[in-house]
């Protein structure tokens, strides 16, 4: 199945303060190959992200996401 958005760029950053290390993706989603309605092609776009995301986390990382136009 393919994914609802695109891996535009990748960039890790170490927190020596925190002893953690960040990495922040961002995503363009992709458009629907069909009509839809926007609402429901966006909330499955951000629910397939998640499960993206969350795939290779434990129990102590942090994970945020902004939304910007």
Not at 30 to 39: A, E, K, L, M, Q
Request: no cysteine; hydrophobic share 40%.
């Amino acid at each position: 199945m393919a994914r609802s958005f695109e891996i535009d760029g990748t960039i890790t950053r170490h927190y020596r303060r925190f002893s953690a290390i960040g990495t922040q993706i961002t995503v363009l989603l992709v458009p629907p190959s069909y009509i839809v309605d926007s609402v429901n092609h966006f909330l499955a776009s951000v629910n397939d992200l998640f499960e993206h995301v969350l795939q290779n986390v434990s129990d102590s990382d942090m994970v945020g996401m902004t939304i910007h136009n």
